[in-house]
Every structure is written in structure tokens, then in C-alpha cells.
């Protein structure tokens, strides 16, 4: 009885050693048909930079546009492309909107003119802009009212009525 018990054990062993040594040969099978795929080569690309266009707006002289993008290269396989773009609705749009400059504080008022300045420096151009170095904008000053002389002898009110005598 104990050789048959002794057989039975060692059948199981026998069983599952030789399951185990199958697994591991199925394992080893897969891993070695997985081929190692040869690594792509780094190709050196011939294609050149992108140049853009201005922006040129869909309506009107500003909002949102197009510009076109062009790149040279034999072996380039895209080489024009556009690109969704916008133009500013204010008085920016004058230096191109791909043209970012730091202002300074605005100027007095000219009272000749009624108009005040300020001077801007090239901060970035964008998409390889041709962009000024800097810039100078003027704009209307206001409500400004240009003192009139006073006539001798009348008096006037903080309006500039005169005032009645008597």
C-alpha cells in the first residue's frame, strides 16, 4: 500500500514537473518569436524651416484669417500647409499682428495737435515677421479745451460765460 501511495505521489510529481518544463519551453518559443525589430535609423530631414505669410483676414481688414506656410526639401512630404490665424480690430493691426511691442506710458498732450504719443520696442516677432525695431502711435488726448484769453474788464463764469455787470 505504501509503494502504491508512494507511486501515485511520484505519477503527480512526474505530472507536474513535466507541465512545468512545457510552460517554460511555450514561454521561451514566444519570447524567441518576437523578433527584436532593428531600430529605425535617425533619417537627417532635408526639409528647411517653415516660412509664413502675413495674416490675411477671411473679411473685412481684420478678425480671423489664414496664412500660408511654405518649407523646401526633396524629400519633404508636406511642404506648403495654412494655419487659422486673427488679426487685431484695433489699432495694432497698423504694425502687423505678428508684431509684439512693449510700450511706454503715454506722452503729454500736444495741444497743437491734440494728440498724445508713445514709443514701443520690439518685443517678439512671430512666424518670422518682418517687424519694425520700434514704433511710435499717437492717439486723440480728449476733452482738453485750449484756454482762450480773457478779455480786459469783463468777468467771466467757470464755463468761460460772461458774466453781467450791475
Not at 3 to 18: G, H, N, T
Not at 81 to 96: A, D, E, S
Not at 121 to 138: E, G, M
Request: proline share 4%.
Amino acid at each position: 500500500m505504501l509503494s502504491q501511495q508512494y507511486q501515485q505521489q511520484r505519477r503527480k510529481f512526474a505530472a507536474a514537473f513535466l507541465a512545468f518544463i512545457f510552460i517554460l519551453a511555450a514561454v521561451d518559443t514566444a519570447e524567441a518569436g518576437k523578433k527584436e525589430k532593428p531600430e529605425k535609423k535617425a533619417k537627417k530631414s532635408d526639409c528647411g524651416e517653415w516660412q509664413w505669410s502675413v495674416c490675411v483676414p477671411t473679411s473685412g481688414d481684420c478678425g480671423l484669417g489664414t496664412r500660408e506656410g511654405t518649407r523646401t526639401g526633396a524629400e519633404c512630404k508636406q511642404t506648403m500647409k495654412t494655419q487659422r490665424c486673427k488679426i487685431p480690430c484695433n489699432w495694432k493691426k497698423q504694425f502687423g499682428a505678428e508684431c509684439k511691442y512693449q510700450f511706454q506710458a503715454w506722452g503729454e498732450c500736444d495741444l497743437n495737435t491734440a494728440l498724445k504719443t508713445r514709443t514701443g520696442s520690439l518685443k517678439r516677432a512671430l512666424h518670422n515677421a518682418d517687424c519694425q525695431k520700434t514704433v511710435t502711435i499717437s492717439k486723440p488726448c480728449g476733452k482738453v479745451t485750449k484756454p482762450k484769453p480773457q478779455e480786459k474788464g469783463k468777468w467771466r463764469d467757470r464755463r468761460g460765460k460772461r458774466l453781467k455787470s450791475g
